[in-house]
């Protein structure tokens, strides 16, 4: 197999293990580079493919949006092409040994995708044969011609990203025989930002491509030099002065477990969507690093029985539904979906796909931000967090894990393990909203998720869940609220009753993002939209209160690996 050996001017550490990837048709060596160096750096200043842009250098923009390839463990795993992997993700905030045992595709890639050899390597007399017959008729792929031919590129910043978005969607319809919706490839670029174009002309390339002569990937190199890579996991190590730094990333839950305990004050990382931005924008020192995403165990989403919901009150089979704290912020939120289909609005308004496909429900909640959209809904489906300290793992509700602004009952030498939600509390009408200046892609001033269940054949609240992100220091449940509202009538008096409770539930501070006046008043406004959607008489229907009734999501569940 090829390689191709690519050193940072930092001395060597000797002896050294490689961050070892799959670029542009081979296998890369990297040493030298310290553990926090991005994929954009890497990419832009040590191997010269500067197609991939730096914008906000935040994961906002999408201006460095890549795809990353990882062995699906089968040609017919849900959403594989071939049994490659795909996935967009912003490259200017995940760290370089991220990559190790993986393939990372940028927009150079889209040059000419031509046969390779067993090895991996590039069959250098078919590309220019094939350059020459590019040259002849037309030079781009179908991605990047469809852009051509809608006007869709004005400055052409943005357009790598762009691409790069429209590619990993291309490729996944071209597999499965479908074209997307409109609103599907608005959903899959809400993560790109365009300041010149406008995105009409964008979404006519994202439709138009699938009219052009196909141009598919050819995974199988991709997948051989994957398999040949064997990734038995990375202890990687790099200077930063007189010091060095570690990047551990263990195989197996045993083995995070043990090096969690042995190195405490180590810095966890699971998709670097938080992490990556203390590197970029606070210029924090992280020391050395333990990495999660590699841990299979971690990313396990399954129904389980008993746990902690061995029977409810109405005599249903009991179980819980646990999702590793590993598992991908799509993942667990298109898991969720396919159960309680109010959520998706909330799934698809949390951040962008490239951030939804590094991030982690587990790191997401782990956090800890008062502002965090996953620990609303997960409060209000009394979801449990399992926490992991060398071989002892214990259990507490969600709702008491945060103990102030970020600070929670983790110890020393412990990690989220996963979360665990009961079956029962799936099966209540459950609502989540979230309110921000921007709809797509934007941080929530405030985020609610509610869930209610009424005693059988009448409108008496049985249980009641109102948990809110953005009302204090911490994610929390608005006790007084749902003690107005428990074991009532569910009608429009303990609504207002609900109401004025929140504001001794909740002291909202004013910030950026809105006042407390907006954010208390907007909090007892959604209770009155809970109330209209779940009432006993006239409820109003999902399709009445939200817009997607005309702009369908239909979000291929499938497609997301569930």
Known sequence: MSTESSSHTLPQVQPAQPIRFFHRGKIVDVTGV???????????????????????????????????????????????INGLSLQTVNACIQFLPTLHGKALFTVEDLKGQFKASAAGKIDKAAENAADKKHHAVHTLHPVQQAMVDCHGSQCGFCTPGFVMSLWSTYEHHQVEGTQPTRQQLADDLSGNLCRCTGYRPILDAGQRMFDLPAVRLDTRPVVAALTALKNDGLDYAAPLGARIDHFHAPKTLAQLAALREQKPRAQLLAGSTDVGLWVNKQFRDLGDII???DVAEMKVIEDRAGGSDAADSSGHAGGELYIGAGASLESAFATLVA????????????????????????????NGSPIGDSPPVLMSLDAQIELRRGAAVRRMPLSEFYLDYMKNQLQPGEFVQGLAIPHAALRRQVRAYKISKRFDCD????????????????????????AFGGMAATVRRATNAEAAILGKPWTQASVATAKLALAQDFKPLSDMRASADYRLLVAQNLVQRLWLETRAEDALSLEETSVWSVMPHAPNVAAQGV
């Open 34 to 80: 310290h553990p926090t160096r991005s994929v954009l750096d890497w990419l832009r200043e040590d191997a010269r493919c500067t197609g991939t842009k730096e914008g906000c250098n935040e994961g906002d923009c999408g201006a460095c949006t890549v795809v990353i390839g990882e062995l699906a463990g089968g040609t017919d795993a849900p959403g594989a």
């Open 291 to 293: 990495y999660v995403g």
């Open 339 to 366: 159960r309680v289909p109010s959520l998706a609005d909330v799934w698809l308004r949390f951040a962008s796909p490239p951030i939804r496909h590094a991030g982690t429900m587990g790191g997401n909640v782990a």
């Open 443 to 466: 941080i929530s001033a405030l985020c609610a998720g509610f869930a209610i269940e009424f005693e059988e054949g009448g409108d008496t609240v049985k249980a009641v869940r109102l």
